[in-house]
């Protein structure tokens, strides 16, 4: 056996990130209340930071409109009714209850009185983990409604914060989690249905070589499980609410909806003009110091003007792309980031940043940017069909089958595939058990 020794150059690429890339990385993943605080700290920390007068303006007239709204709302109380005059941080000091939270959401929600009533019982009767422990039968029974109706009502809910809230046991609050994240897969399925226990008794080795997976793999899965929250609804037992600040409004503007990305909380920056005047003289002690400070001031003043730009434009590209939704009530169309990156020419990982913890304002309610992205499968016309409208195909199909011969799972994809839809039975299973509607050979009536 030789050793030999050798010195060899190698020429290759590799992807360093900047300081300045990572500061733009960082202001843009952060929502609009995070940005707030991340840049009153800047300003303590960094002596040539300072606000600009207009954002003194603007936060003077901010505070008159504030001022003149509260004097006109609360003439009609007075201090005798109350021990303390009523301001409206009265009201944003006050916690708040996991069902008082939950019917915030459901007045978003477009229902009919009837359905209205159904959902406001369903939510007075979650316990206080945030789980469902009425049958949906008697639910049914109460109302005089069909348990479709009731079971598309529980689907609803199940799609408020907090994740997981509305299931009907732990392992479908496991499972509308991962569905809210956008990972459940048929291995999730399998470990939730079959291996909690051997979950929590640590037996890797014999999950493993059950389902024939590395034992690497199943570690992922297993700490994602792990992350999961099985009581959601004591997230909101005695904690304070938080409230949203949209990051984007959406205004609908004589017939046309325009982004605008929401600043006017932000404090407006600038390089403090002696500071600068200091550079001119190289020879100074302190020249090193104030260059480095300058500098670090500017990038983030330009970092945050990119994080305005980018939000924007992908706010614009998801408007395009749902405008049916925001005009005429219609469901949402397929969209990913793939989309909106080609269409952007920003990466898709910028994109998911720009988007992910963002919230917009919109004339239809608040969301999150994440809710118009939707998950769609393609069809021989080459469009795209949105999961909820295909789940909506599925679930008219079988209400409008014959209940002495019902449809089975393979019949339904035929039917679709007729209509253009590539899908698959084990889709269509997958589908149909997600809308909670039984087998055929269940529904068949004698």
């Avoid at 003007?305 to 998801?318: G, L, P, Y």
Wanted: hydrophobic share 35%.
């Amino acid at each position: 056996m030789s050793l030999n020794f050798s010195l060899d150059l190698k020429l290759e690429q590799k992807l360093v990130m900047t300081q300045e890339m990572q500061l733009a990385v960082k202001v843009l993943q952060l929502p609009n209340n995070e940005l707030k605080e991340y840049i009153e700290d800047e300003l303590l920390e960094n002596p040539v930071l300072e606000l600009d007068s207009s954002y003194d303006e603007r936060l003077d007239k901010v505070i008159q409109i504030y001022s003149d709204y509260s004097d006109d709302y609360f003439t009609d109380y007075s201090e005798d009714e109350y021990d303390e005059k009523i301001t409206p941080f009265y009201f944003l000091s006050n916690k708040r209850s996991l069902y008082d939270c939950l019917k915030e959401q459901l007045g978003y929600i477009p229902l009919t009185k009837r359905d209205r009533k159904i959902a406001e019982y369903i939510i007075d009767n979650l316990d206080q983990n945030g789980y469902l422990n009425m049958h949906e039968l008697s639910i049914a029974n109460k109302f005089k409604v069909s348990l479709d109706i009731v079971r598309n009502i529980i689907s609803i809910i199940q799609d408020f914060e907090p994740s997981g809230v509305c299931a009907r046991n732990l392992k479908e609050c496991l499972k509308i989690q991962l569905k809210n994240k956008g990972v459940y897969d048929h291995f999730y399925e399998k470990l939730i249905d079959n291996e909690l226990e051997n979950i929590a008794n640590k037996a890797y080795s014999f999950i493993s070589q059950k389902y024939g997976v590395e034992e690497e793999k199943l570690l992922r899965y297993i700490e994602v499980i792990k992350s999961l929250d099985p009581k959601p609804g004591c997230r909101l037992g005695d904690e304070t609410v938080k409230y949203v600040v949209p990051d984007v409004y959406i205004e609908n503007v004589d017939g046309e909806f325009v982004v605008r990305v929401n600043e006017d909380n932000l404090p407006i920056l600038k390089i403090n003009k002696q500071y600068k005047n200091i550079l001119r003289n190289k020879n100074c002690e302190e020249y090193k110091y104030i260059k480095s400070k300058i500098e670090a001031a500017y990038w983030l003043i330009k970092s945050i003007e990119q994080r305005r730009e980018t939000i924007k434009k992908v706010a614009e590209s998801i408007v395009r792309h749902q405008i049916g939704f925001f005009k005429y009530d219609e469901s949402l169309k397929p969209l990913n980031l793939k989309t909106i990156s080609e269409e952007t020419g920003l990466h898709e990982s910028t994109v998911s940043r720009a988007i992910n913890g963002k919230y917009a304002q919109t004339p239809k309610g608040v969301f999150e940017l994440k809710y118009f992205l939707v998950r769609g499968l393609s069809t021989s016309y080459g469009d795209n069909v949105s999961i909820d409208t295909l789940k909506n195909k599925i679930s008219d199909i079988i209400n409008n089958e014959n209940k002495k011969k019902p449809y089975s799972d393979q019949q339904i994809a035929d039917i679709l595939n007729a209509t253009g839809v590539k899908i698959s039975r084990r889709t269509v299973t997958k589908y149909r058990e997600e809308l909670g509607i039984e087998s055929s050979s269940k529904r068949k009536i004698k």
